[in-house]
């Protein structure tokens, strides 16, 4: 699976340049506002109040210094954009007078905003001159796409810029004069297959019977595929370009749609077609899943003999296929055996060791559990499973007294895997300032909210320099123009486009496509450039953003809640995404249903409302975890547990087996969604106090630099 996997998870959101914040009080944010000597690093300001935002950037355009001075070039471009998407157009103006003789990298855009500022004041032939201008000077530039829309030249709009936002428009208006203009639909699949009204239009194409290129049919079967009309995706992949992702999708379509023969012989022609690709393996692995028991055996098998990077999960596989499909417990004990010599490193026999500790605890073996862990750190420090197994270690090591031997455990599970909401519970356990199950509600340490910014790992300078500046709906159209419907990205630019995805309020699809680094199928020598990408200050802070923030910490502080613990909860529930919808019809931010929000209403006693408006949303959501809190004494875990299942269900099962250890109470959870929910929820809450509380940050620093310290010492 490569970049495309993560294109067709929801319609994209149209974005504004500034953040949904617009104010809030100066001593509840810590802001970065000072800026680097160097002229790679601005801080615009994002997430200060607006009137301090505004105030703040007018003292650096005015700072005394040579006229070409980057700090107060770049404010007085921020701040223009600021007066225009508050509608001060005359003040925009004034701010950029003759910005562009001296701010060459952005001329373009700068040129551009003075038209914007003129056509709201609606002096159309001074921005009609200014767009000719704009046209004229810079006609290979993004910015330009807005010249050649305004004035009205649609066909070289379309030619110039194809990928572009002003093109989604243009296509869409002359699409519905003419339905039946296969260029159009074309276009629209080439560049646009994420349009959340994608799929009629690619019925139509089709049936059109058009002549179509290779690349256009890849753009259409993906937009199909994450769809989920997997029978249509597979007639359009096998027209599509030849190459080992569409052949690999192509079979995935086949597999998706329950045609399992056809499935079968067509993850073999990956293997057989294109064997040094990372689609082969993969391929291997899914024809365990559908074939028979003696052909997923045989799909293990070549695993193993010809893909030493992928041997440990087919490894596993067999082992099970052996087990329980052979009845073979002698043949499975031998390929575990296996694993565990030669592929001891992977995350297959990390798996594995994980099982054979947990076995041990609940059979009273709890040193062998303890050494199974620890095998499991020496072998693979870094695995999944490590972070999970290490918090449970020190927990048993507690339990014998060893009380430094718990502690190692959980700052390891702190230091090596610092995002997982295991490290939050180790942390808690530790003692740190950072809740409990029970104190969680309350633990509101000082957030210091990002704002600077560095270059993205990829894309022209103009983009880095729109990017730095947070011009965040500029720097979306560039970096769409210069990626042109590219269909196979590279990390680096996967990494770009999640992030300014973010930026740009297209959450969902943002959030995700971060997220497709830990799995997407690469050659081994880009495993190293993710591990980089990773290190990004831009990966962690869009994966945990603070989109309407300021409604988030004032609904919070108003019910005595956490905000971190509300953000965690709105990000797993709608990344925030205002107008979504679930399949069940929860609404918004915080989903809640409609019978659920009538019910809060008559309790608050209120009439009008809207569950659509962010306001809203956050006050009954808000509202509800607060009366979920209350129902379960301040146990942040139950309290959230019966967001997600109500608070019957969680009532039944407090009933018949009490809470014990909390965290077996949650492991024990038996609906998989809720058990799911509490610790990604929990986790997010973890996330958010970890990248933006002073305090927290502090203490994961000396964890660090004490482990620097010791850096010779094993486990």
Do not use: C
């Given at each position: 699976?490569?970049?495309?996997?993560?294109?067709?998870?929801?319609?994209?959101?149209?974005?504004?340049?500034?953040?949904?914040?617009?104010?809030?009080?100066?001593?509840?944010?810590?802001?970065?506002?000072?800026?680097?000597?160097?002229?790679?690093?601005?801080?615009?300001?994002?997430?200060?109040?607006?009137?301090?935002?505004?105030?703040?950037?007018?003292?650096?355009?005015?700072?005394?210094?040579?006229?070409?001075?980057?700090?107060?070039?770049?404010?007085?471009?921020?701040?223009?954009?600021?007066?225009?998407?508050?509608?001060?157009?005359?003040?925009?103006?004034?701010?950029?007078?003759?910005?562009?003789?001296?701010?060459?990298?952005?001329?373009?855009?700068?040129?551009?905003?003075?038209?914007?500022?003129?056509?709201?004041?609606?002096?159309?032939?001074?921005?009609?001159?200014?767009?000719?201008?704009?046209?004229?000077?810079?006609?290979?530039?993004?910015?330009?796409?807005?010249?050649?829309?305004?004035?009205?030249?649609?066909?070289?709009?379309?030619?110039?810029?194809?990928?572009?936002?002003?093109?989604?428009?243009?296509?869409?208006?002359?699409?519905?004069?003419?339905?039946?203009?296969?260029?159009?639909?074309?276009?629209?699949?080439?560049?646009?297959?994420?349009?959340?009204?994608?799929?009629?239009?690619?019925?139509?194409?089709?049936?059109?019977?058009?002549?179509?290129?290779?690349?256009?049919?890849?753009?259409?079967?993906?937009?199909?595929?994450?769809?989920?009309?997997?029978?249509?995706?597979?007639?359009?992949?096998?027209?599509?370009?030849?190459?080992?992702?569409?052949?690999?999708?192509?079979?995935?379509?086949?597999?998706?749609?329950?045609?399992?023969?056809?499935?079968?012989?067509?993850?073999?022609?990956?293997?057989?077609?294109?064997?040094?690709?990372?689609?082969?393996?993969?391929?291997?692995?899914?024809?365990?899943?559908?074939?028979?028991?003696?052909?997923?055996?045989?799909?293990?098998?070549?695993?193993?003999?010809?893909?030493?990077?992928?041997?440990?999960?087919?490894?596993?596989?067999?082992?099970?296929?052996?087990?329980?499909?052979?009845?073979?417990?002698?043949?499975?004990?031998?390929?575990?055996?296996?694993?565990?010599?030669?592929?001891?490193?992977?995350?297959?026999?990390?798996?594995?060791?994980?099982?054979?500790?947990?076995?041990?605890?609940?059979?009273?073996?709890?040193?062998?559990?303890?050494?199974?862990?620890?095998?499991?750190?020496?072998?693979?420090?870094?695995?999944?499973?490590?972070?999970?197994?290490?918090?449970?270690?020190?927990?048993?090591?507690?339990?014998?007294?060893?009380?430094?031997?718990?502690?190692?455990?959980?700052?390891?599970?702190?230091?090596?895997?610092?995002?997982?909401?295991?490290?939050?519970?180790?942390?808690?356990?530790?003692?740190?300032q950072v809740g409990t199950f029970t104190t969680a509600r309350y633990t509101m340490p000082k957030i210091a909210l990002p704002s600077a910014r560095?270059?993205?790992?990829?894309?022209?300078?103009?983009?880095?320099?729109?990017?730095?500046l947070g011009l965040d709906r500029d720097a979306r159209s560039q970096w769409r123009s210069e990626i042109a419907g590219k269909r196979n990205l590279?990390?680096?630019?996967?990494?770009?486009?999640?992030?300014?995805?973010?930026?740009?309020?297209?959450?969902?699809?943002?959030?995700?496509?971060?997220?497709?680094?830990?799995?997407?199928?690469?050659?081994?020598?880009?495993?190293?450039?993710?591990?980089?990408?990773?290190?990004?200050?831009?990966?962690?802070?869009?994966?945990?953003?603070?989109?309407?923030?300021d409604l988030i910490s004032n609904w919070a502080n108003d019910r005595k809640l956490s905000p971190a613990l509300v953000i965690g909860l709105v990000?797993?529930?709608?990344?925030?995404?205002?107008?979504?919808?679930?399949?069940?019809?929860?609404?918004?931010?915080?989903?809640?249903?409609?019978?659920?929000?009538?019910?809060?209403?008559?309790?608050?006693?209120?009439?009008?409302?809207?569950?659509?408006?962010?306001?809203?949303?956050?006050?009954?959501?808000?509202?509800?975890?607060?009366?979920?809190?209350?129902?379960?004494?301040?146990?942040?875990?139950?309290?959230?547990?019966?967001?997600?299942?109500?608070?019957?269900?969680?009532?039944?099962?407090?009933?018949?087996?009490?809470?014990?250890?909390?965290?077996?109470?949650?492991?024990?959870?038996?609906?998989?969604?809720?058990?799911?929910?509490?610790?990604?929820?929990?986790?997010?809450?973890?996330?958010?106090?970890?990248?933006?509380?002073?305090?927290?940050?502090?203490?994961?620093?000396?964890?660090?630099?004490?482990?620097?310290?010791?850096?010779?010492?094993?486990?």
């Amino acid at each position: 699976m490569r970049w495309s996997i993560v294109l067709m998870l929801s319609a994209t959101l149209a974005g504004a340049s500034a953040p949904l914040i617009s104010a809030t009080s100066e001593d509840n944010l810590s802001l970065n506002s000072s800026l680097a000597s160097n002229t790679n690093s601005f801080d615009p300001l994002i997430y200060s109040p607006i009137d301090l935002r505004i105030a703040k950037l007018e003292t650096q355009a005015k700072t005394p210094s040579s006229s070409n001075d980057a700090e107060s070039m770049r404010a007085r471009l921020v701040l223009a954009d600021i007066y225009l998407n508050n509608r001060k157009a005359r003040e925009a103006i004034a701010t950029l007078d003759r910005l562009e003789e001296n701010y060459p990298v952005l001329a373009d855009y700068i040129l551009l905003k003075r038209a914007q500022a003129q056509t709201q004041l609606r002096d159309l032939q001074a921005a009609k001159t200014t767009w000719e201008s704009l046209l004229a000077k810079f006609p290979d530039s993004p910015a330009t796409a807005e010249a050649l829309f305004a004035l009205g030249q649609n066909q070289q709009l379309l030619q110039k810029f194809p990928a572009h936002g002003r093109s989604q428009e243009v296509a869409l208006r002359l699409l519905a004069q003419d339905p039946s203009r296969v260029d159009l639909m074309a276009h629209l699949a080439t560049y646009f297959s994420d349009y959340k009204e994608i799929v009629p239009i690619l019925n139509r194409l089709v049936a059109s019977s058009p002549a179509l290129s290779t690349d256009q049919w890849w753009a259409v079967a993906d937009a199909y595929y994450y769809n989920f009309e997997f029978g249509r995706a597979a007639n359009a992949y096998s027209r599509a370009t030849p190459n080992p992702i569409t052949a690999y999708n192509y079979a995935r379509s086949l597999h998706r749609g329950k045609q399992f023969d056809a499935a079968i012989a067509a993850y073999n022609r990956v293997v057989q077609q294109f064997p040094q690709s990372p689609q082969a393996p993969r391929a291997l692995i899914r024809i365990t899943q559908i074939d028979s028991p003696e052909g997923a055996l045989a799909a293990a098998d070549r695993i193993v003999a010809s893909y030493p990077d992928t041997a440990g999960e087919a490894l596993a596989l067999k082992a099970t296929i052996l087990q329980d499909k052979f009845d073979s417990p002698k043949a499975a004990s031998s390929a575990r055996n296996l694993l565990l010599e030669k592929y001891g490193n992977s995350e297959a026999a990390s798996d594995l060791r994980w099982r054979i500790a947990k076995g041990q605890a609940q059979g009273g073996q709890t040193p062998k559990a303890i050494a199974s862990v620890e095998a499991l750190i020496a072998n693979a420090p870094d695995s999944k499973s490590a972070a999970e197994a290490s918090f449970w270690a020190g927990k048993w090591a507690n339990q014998t007294g060893d009380k430094a031997k718990a502690k190692r455990f959980f700052e390891f599970t702190i230091r090596q895997h610092p995002d997982s909401y295991y490290a939050w519970r180790a942390a808690s356990s530790l003692g740190w300032q950072v809740g409990t199950f029970t104190t969680a509600r309350y633990t509101m340490p000082k957030i210091a909210l990002p704002s600077a910014r560095q270059s993205l790992p990829v894309g022209s300078a103009k983009l880095q320099e729109l990017y730095i500046l947070g011009l965040d709906r500029d720097a979306r159209s560039q970096w769409r123009s210069e990626i042109a419907g590219k269909r196979n990205l590279e990390p680096k630019e996967i990494f770009n486009d999640g992030v300014l995805r973010v930026a740009n309020q297209d959450n969902l699809i943002g959030i995700k496509t971060l997220e497709s680094l830990d799995w997407i199928d690469v050659p081994q020598s880009q495993k190293s450039d993710i591990a980089q990408l990773k290190q990004h200050p831009a990966y962690m802070k869009s994966l945990y953003p603070f989109h309407y923030w300021d409604l988030i910490s004032n609904w919070a502080n108003d019910r005595k809640l956490s905000p971190a613990l509300v953000i965690g909860l709105v990000r797993q529930e709608s990344r925030f995404e205002a107008q979504i919808r679930s399949r069940s019809g929860a609404i918004g931010l915080m989903q809640i249903m409609p019978d659920t929000g009538s019910w809060i209403a008559s309790k608050k006693g209120i009439n009008n409302y809207n569950l659509d408006n962010p306001e809203d949303n956050i006050s009954f959501g808000t509202w509800y975890l607060d009366y979920t809190h209350s129902r379960y004494g301040d146990n942040s875990m139950l309290a959230v547990a019966s967001y997600n299942a109500g608070p019957g269900a969680v009532g039944r099962w407090v009933e018949s087996r009490g809470i014990g250890d909390p965290d077996d109470f949650v492991n024990s959870i038996p609906y998989d969604e809720t058990r799911d929910y509490v610790s990604k929820v929990l986790g997010n809450y973890w996330n958010y106090l970890r990248l933006y509380s002073p305090s927290v940050q502090q203490q994961i620093s000396a964890l660090q630099q004490a482990n620097n310290l010791n850096a010779s010492s094993k486990f």
